[in-house]
C-alpha cells in the first residue's frame, strides 16, 4: 500500500526551478532512495514531503495528511534526519533525547535506542566530543524517538568512512526489517544499490528513471566489460565472437564490451586460440552508477561537500 504520493510537484527559487514536476509513490515497509548529485533536487523534494517547504505546485499526500498543512499532525508519525544539523555543542547526549522526547506524546525510550546505537557510553558526553559516526547514530536514534512509521534520512552517510558507512547501512535494514519505510536520498550510488527496493535517479530537479536498482541497470542497456592489458592483432575478428558488442584498445589496454552469460569464457578461448598474450585480466558488471551515465548522458560524480 503506498504511503506516500507525490503529484507533478513543483518548487521554485526565484529563477530557478528545483524540483520540475516530480512524481512519486512509495509502499509501506520498502527503502526507496532517491540518488543524484548536488543541486539535482533531492533535499528540496524530501523538504517538500516532510512539510518543511510549501510547494509552488502539485500535490503531496503523507500518511494520507498534507504535509505543510497538517504538520502537526503528521511529526507524531514520522522521523526526520536532515542534511545538516546543528547541536548546541554544550548539550549532552542524554539531554537532547530528552528534550526531543518531550516533544512527543508517546515516545519510545531513548535509553534503549542508545543501546540499540551503541551509544550508551556516550550518553553524558557532550555532542561535541562524538564522532562524526557517532553524530550520525544520534541524528537517526532523535528521528525514532517519536516511533515513526516513515523515516526519512538525507544524505545521512556522507562524510563517514568507507567501514562507518557499511555500518549504517546494517542499521538501517534494521529500521525496515522492524517494519518502519524508509526514504533515503544519497550521493553514493554503490549504497542505493545495497540499499533500496527501488530508486529514483534524478536530475536538474527530474525524475529520468524510477524502479528496482536492477530493472535500472538492465534497462539502460549497458554492457558487461572485460579489460586486459595486451596487443590483438585482429580487433575486428574478436567483435565476431558470440556475445561481443565492441572492442576498444587504447595504449596496451583492450576493453571487450558485450552481453551473455559465456562472454568471458568466449573471450578468453579466443585469446588463447590465437595464443595471444595477456594480463590483468578484469571483468566488471554494470551498476547503478553506469545506469545514470547512460540515462542523464553525464558522468556521475560523488559529490561529497
Same mark, same amino acid.
Given at each position: 500500500?503506498?504511503?506516500?504520493? +507525490? $503529484? ?14 516530480? #512524481? ?16 539535482? =533536487? ?14 509552488? &505546485? ?21 522521523? /526526520?534526519?536532515?542534511?545538516?544539523? #546543528? ?17 512527543? =506524546? ?9 543501546? !540499540? ?5 556516550? $550518553? ?8 562524526? =559516526? *557517532? ?5 537517526? +536514534?532523535?528521528?525514532?524517538? #517519536?516511533?515513526? !512509521? ?15 558507512? $557499511?555500518? @549504517? ?9 522492524? =517494519? $518502519? ?7 553514493? @550510488? ?8 527501488? /530508486?529514483?535517479? /534524478?536530475?536538474? &530537479? ?15 542497456? @549497458? ?58 585480466? *578484469? ?23
Amino acid at each position: 500500500m503506498a504511503i506516500v504520493e +507525490v $503529484r507533478n510537484v513543483i518548487k521554485n527559487y526565484g529563477v530557478l526551478r528545483a524540483v520540475d514536476g516530480i #512524481s512519486l509513490s512509495i509502499e509501506e515497509g520498502e527503502i526507496f532512495g532517491m540518488v543524484g548529485p548536488n543541486g539535482a =533536487g533531492k533535499t528540496t523534494t524530501v523538504e517538500c514531503i516532510e512539510g518543511l517547504r510549501k510547494p509552488d &505546485g502539485g500535490t503531496i499526500s503523507v500518511l494520507g495528511l498534507e504535509p505543510y498543512k497538517e504538520r502537526a499532525k503528521l511529526y507524531e508519525l514520522i522521523g /526526520v534526519q536532515l542534511q545538516e544539523t #546543528s547541536y548546541d555543542p554544550k548539550i549532552k547526549v542524554w539531554e537532547i533525547c530528552n528534550l526531543f522526547s518531550s516533544f512527543y =506524546g508517546n515516545p519510545l525510550p531513548y535509553s534503549k535506542l542508545l543501546e !540499540r546505537f551503541e551509544l550508551t557510553e556516550k $550518553r553524558n558526553s557532550y555532542v561535541s566530543r562524538l564522532s562524526g =559516526g *557517532q553524530k550520525q547514530k544520534l541524528s537517526i +536514534v532523535l528521528a525514532l524517538i #517519536s516511533n515513526p !512509521r516513515i523515516v526519512f534520512l538525507d544524505e545521512l552517510t556522507t562524510g563517514l568512512d568507507p567501514l562507518a558507512r $557499511r555500518s @549504517m547501512w546494517e542499521l538501517i535494514r534494521g529500521l525496515r526489517d522492524e =517494519g $518502519r519505510t524508509v526514504f533515503l536520498t544519497t550521493h553514493y @550510488m554503490e549504497e542505493a544499490e545495497y540499499l533500496c527496493s527501488r /530508486v529514483a535517479i /534524478v536530475d536538474h &530537479g527530474k525524475i529520468v528513471a524510477l524502479g528496482t536498482p536492477r530493472s535500472l541497470i538492465e534497462s539502460s542497456g @549497458m554492457e558487461e566489460r572485460i579489460i586486459f592489458e595486451g596487443t590483438v592483432p585482429n580487433i575486428e575478428e574478436l567483435k565476431n565472437i558470440k556475445g561481443v558488442l565492441d572492442v576498444q584498445e587504447n595504449q596496451g589496454e583492450v576493453a571487450v564490451y558485450g552481453k551473455g552469460a559465456d562472454l568471458l569464457q568466449n573471450a578468453v578461448s579466443y585469446l588463447q586460440a590465437k595464443g595471444i598474450s595477456y594480463k590483468n585480466l *578484469q571483468t566488471r558488471t554494470p551498476n547503478l552508477e553506469d545506469a545514470f551515465l547512460k540515462l542523464t548522458g553525464r558522468k556521475y560524480e560523488e559529490d561529497k561537500a
